[in-house]
Structure formats: structure tokens, C-alpha cells
């Protein structure tokens, strides 16, 4: 069964480049069957999409980050990050990763169990 | 982008009550509708797929309904552990987009 644990640090300057990781068990990166996305939600807040990635290396990005975002995926590690730079305090939100699903549309499922960055000096 | 809106924003129920909530896309979307619940402190769980499709190990008393633009998630027979936040997800597009969210407590 699919497993997704998000790490990196917890607090991040003003100015600076958010870093995360999302670790894979259960299943390989690689494989043609998975997809991978990263989601957001500011504290008390509803959950923002911010980019997915697919097998064949295409990525989408939300259209208000993607000046600022990139996904990637490190198949030797069965990773895949987001890094997110200049942030704001308006980047202050738990991370989510998650396996996005592929059928009648797509969907994500399961999800890792968040990761809380705080943009604070 | 595609917007999507949720109403109620919230409502407040008790067990036993058979619980809607309306998602509404901006344009037709066909069944590309997703349903998600999420618990205070706990990461979202997908309930519906493909606009009427219930995930595995979620039980039946959920359902979802519609196309094109109007949808429907239905509890038929609310019980306590599903007081959370509904969320819906449309994937039409390649962006993807979230509705804002129904909260679910007691009444």
C-alpha cells in the first residue's frame, strides 16, 4: 500500500526558497501507474492545489505560483520535492503530498500526513 | 481557470439526518469531481471519485451525484465521526482547483 511522508524545514525566512520532500513506500516513483501532486492549506483555511507532476515528466503548476514553484521527482531516492521561492508569510500553511490517481479524471489519493512551514524572520 | 463554489458553507446537523452539499463548477466539467474529507489536524481523505464512484473501505451511506456543471455529495444517515470539512476537487482542467469547503458539525 502507498505510503507519503512530507519533510523539510519548519520555519522559513522572508525572501528565501521553501524546500520539501515527499518519500514514497509501497511503490515505486517510476512507475507508469503514479502521479504525484502537492496541495496547501493556510492555517484555518481551505486546501489550494499547487502542482503535480506526471510519469512522463510533465508538470502543471497553479497559475498564481507557478512564476515561483518546480516539481521534480528523484527516482534513485523514489522522491519527488517542491520548491517554492521568495516566499511571503502568505506561504505560511501545512504542505501536503499526494498520489494522484489516474481514471475518470484524476484524484488524489492516498495523501502524506502534512508538514507545517512557518515564513517568519 | 475553472472556479468551483460549495454551499453551505457550513451547516450544523444531527446524527441521523441525511446531510447535502452542492459543488458548482464555472463551466462543464462531465463527472470530473472529486470529494474529500478532512478532520481538525488530519490530512484530507478521498470519499468520492469521478463524480459517483465511493473509494474503497468508505462506507455506503456516502454518495455523489451529477455532471457538467452541479454535483452532489449525500450522507444518508449522518454519524459522529463524519463532523468534518467536505471538499470538493475538479480535474477537468490540468490545473486543478478545490472548492472552498463545507464544515459539518452538531447540531
Known amino acids: 500500500q502507498l505510503q507519503l511522508q512530507e519533510s523539510g524545514p519548519g520555519l522559513v525566512k522572508p525572501s528565501e526558497t521553501l524546500s520539501l520532500t515527499c518519500t514514497v513506500s509501497?511503490?515505486?516513483?517510476?512507475?507508469?501507474?503514479?502521479?504525484w501532486g502537492w496541495i496547501r492549506q493556510p492555517p484555518g483555511k481551505g486546501l489550494e492545489w499547487i502542482g503535480s507532476i506526471y510519469y512522463s515528466g510533465s508538470t502543471y503548476y497553479n497559475p498564481s505560483l507557478k512564476s515561483r514553484v518546480t516539481i521534480s521527482v528523484d527516482t534513485s531516492k523514489n522522491q519527488f520535492s517542491l520548491k517554492l521561492s521568495s516566499v511571503t508569510a502568505a506561504d505560511t500553511a501545512v504542505y501536503y503530498c499526494?498520489?494522484?490517481?489516474?481514471?475518470?479524471?484524476?484524484?488524489?489519493?492516498?495523501w502524506g500526513q502534512g508538514t507545517l512551514v512557518t515564513v517568519s524572520s | 481557470d475553472i472556479q468551483m463554489t460549495q454551499s453551505p458553507s457550513s451547516l450544523s446537523a444531527s446524527v441521523g439526518d441525511r446531510v447535502t452539499i452542492t459543488c458548482r463548477a464555472s463551466q462543464s466539467i462531465s463527472s470530473y469531481l472529486n470529494w474529500y474529507q478532512q478532520k481538525p489536524g488530519k490530512a484530507p481523505k478521498l470519499l468520492i471519485y469521478a463524480a459517483s464512484s465511493l473509494q474503497s473501505g468508505v462506507p455506503s451511506r456516502f454518495s455523489g451525484s451529477g455532471s457538467g456543471t452541479d454535483f452532489t455529495l449525500t450522507i444518508s444517515s449522518l454519524q459522529p465521526e463524519d463532523f468534518a470539512t467536505y471538499y470538493c476537487?475538479?480535474?477537468?482542467?490540468?490545473?486543478?482547483?478545490f472548492g472552498p469547503g463545507t464544515k459539518v458539525d452538531i447540531k
Open positions: 476537487q475538479q480535474s477537468y482542467s490540468t490545473i486543478f482547483t
Open positions: 509501497g511503490g515505486s516513483i517510476s512507475s507508469s501507474s503514479y502521479y
Open positions: 499526494a498520489s494522484l490517481q489516474d481514471g475518470d479524471g484524476n484524484w488524489f489519493d492516498p
